[in-house]
């Protein structure tokens, strides 16, 4: 009987909720809002030739190492950044060897590291879900060849401070550090301006968020050109679609389009966590396009009840320390206001009564 590698007959399973997404989307952090026109322009202009040869990724390469401020030789596109990830650690772990992640987060670090047969170790978050830089710096090891840092993290909303991340860059020379800075568009401080200076530094970026391409499936990794040299010797030649990189251009130019989407977000942000403060609902304040809220036992509730109203939002139950947690993604100013329509009429219907979030954190964990 054909049998999978032993690391991945341990694995768990994971089960996105997709399908059935009929309604509001609030539940992924998409933006919902839509793309760029000019990009949907340029999809109906597109030739055949874009579907009937093999996609180049070069010229896209070298446009988004242009606005970046980088050289093209730190730039690889990716199939969004989950790819990114699962070509770090193709890259650079060995089964044993330990990745450092701090928990909650993004669940993709810890899928593509256990699936090679490394350790994970997982730093639990405090109560305010704060970056755990102390412990983070503790729990670095001769082992440890990867650390993933999501700032802005998700499902937090939280940053870390470039001294912090900048303290684990150089705290572990022997490791990948990878800072993931999908949700970079709606806060937090870049460290792009540092690749030069640490040749174990990555910085992930995607267009699944404020540029609203979720559906293209694209990404950057930016890196040491010495690493990224590496990098390249396992990624796939065409990786990335010819149509998202034919549309690539377009979006990176419609400045404006992005402008105006991260205002209308942080206006829907700074306007739902009102909501939470009066209400005493206990939310962590949030630097993404998404803002996590303590529902205690109400937390299957509400989700079905918005669900019952079209509006769809993401229970976190199962994030650690997330326990009775549900996360709202904010889109345009007119879907905020019909959030903060329903919200409270869905809070009436199930009764709903506001507690302090209780203290969930848990030591330092081991998943092998
Ligand atoms: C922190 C973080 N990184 C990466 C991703 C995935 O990005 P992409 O769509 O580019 O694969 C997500 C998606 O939710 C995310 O939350």
Not at 5 to 28: Q, V, W
Not at 194 to 201: I, P, R, V, Y
Not at 267 to 290: D, K, V
Not at 344 to 354: K, Q, R, S, T, Y
């Amino acid at each position: 009987m054909l049998r999978a590698r032993t690391a991945i007959e341990n694995m768990k399973e994971y089960h996105p909720p997709l399908g059935n997404r009929d309604g509001l989307r609030l539940d992924f952090n998409e933006n919902v809002g839509g793309c760029s026109p000019r990009v949907l322009e340029t999809l109906r202009a597109l030739s055949p030739e874009v579907l009937n040869k093999y996609p180049e990724r070069e010229p896209g390469e070298r446009a988004v190492a242009a606005h970046l401020v980088l050289n093209a030789a730190q730039v690889l596109l990716t199939n969004g950044v989950d790819e990114a990830i699962h070509l770090l650690c193709e890259t650079y772990l060995d089964p044993g060897d330990e990745v450092l992640i701090s928990v909650p987060t993004f669940s993709m670090y810890e899928i593509y590291a256990l699936a090679t047969g490394a350790k994970v170790i997982a730093v639990q978050a405090g109560a305010d879900f704060a970056f755990p830089i102390e412990q983070s710096l503790a729990a670095i090891t001769a082992r440890t060849r990867l650390i993933c840092v999501a700032s802005p993290n998700n499902p937090t909303g939280a940053t870390a401070t470039r001294e912090q991340l900048l303290a684990l860059v150089q705290a572990a020379p022997q490791a990948a550090v990878l800072i993931d800075e999908a949700y970079i568009h709606f806060g937090g401080e870049t460290l792009l301006d540092q690749l030069g200076n640490f040749e174990n530094l990555f910085i992930a970026r995607t267009f699944s968020k404020a540029y609203g391409l979720a559906g293209f499936r694209l990404g950057a990794l930016c890196g040491s050109v010495v690493q990224m040299k590496m990098l390249r010797r396992v990624a796939s030649p065409y990786n990335v679609n010819g149509v998202a990189l034919e549309c690539l251009m377009q979006a990176l130019d419609d400045r404006a389009f992005l402008a105006r989407y991260v205002a209308q977000v942080l206006e829907g942000r700074a306007q739902l966590e009102q909501f939470y403060r009066e209400r005493q609902i206990p939310y962590w304040s949030s630097q993404a396009n998404f803002v996590l809220a303590y529902f205690g036992e109400f937390n299957r509730a509400l989700v079905a009840e918005m669900r019952r109203r079209g509006i769809l939002v993401r229970d976190r139950n199962s994030d650690p320390g997330c326990a009775g947690c549900v996360r709202i993604t904010l889109g345009t100013l007119e879907q905020t206001e019909r959030l903060l329509h329903e919200l409270p009429e869905a809070l009436a219907g199930i009764n709903f009564v506001a507690k302090p979030y209780p203290q969930q954190s848990k030591p330092l964990s081991e998943n092998a």
